[in-house]
């Protein structure tokens, strides 16, 4: 059973950080691809950054050069380090872990940026 619980949202003003965890509870994380997702209000979700087991990453271009994905394996940790933060990204974010055909979700945080 995989259980993913993310943390570390809230309220910042624009330009300001912030650094979000999705916490792993599985015997083994590291074979696991891991993806932060957000879903704005009335938007569909979508793929914001994904790290894979062997450590490369993606993002979406909004995000590019902003925000960093990185996991520690031996926490069994996902993070996401958001800087220079903009309203645009106030959104739900979510963790996913993906191997093979299994994909899960963590339950969500809020993340809110104000102008």
């Known amino acids: 059973q995989v259980q993913l619980v993310e943390s570390g949202g809230g309220l910042v003003q624009t330009g300001g950080s912030l650094r979000l965890s999705c916490a792993f509870s599985a015997i083994v994380f590291n074979i696991y691809d891991m993806g932060w997702y957000r879903q704005a209000l009335g938007k569909q979700r979508e793929l914001v950054a994904r790290i894979t087991s062997g450590g490369i990453t993606n993002y979406a271009d909004s995000v590019k050069g902003r925000f960093f994905i990185s996991r520690d394996n031996a926490k069994k940790t996902a993070y996401l380090q958001m800087d220079s933060l903009v309203p645009e990204d106030t959104a739900v974010y979510y963790c996913?872990?993906?191997?093979?055909?299994?994909?899960?979700w963590g339950q969500g945080t809020q993340v809110t940026v104000s102008s």
């Open positions: 996913n872990a993906i191997s093979g055909r299994r994909s899960d």
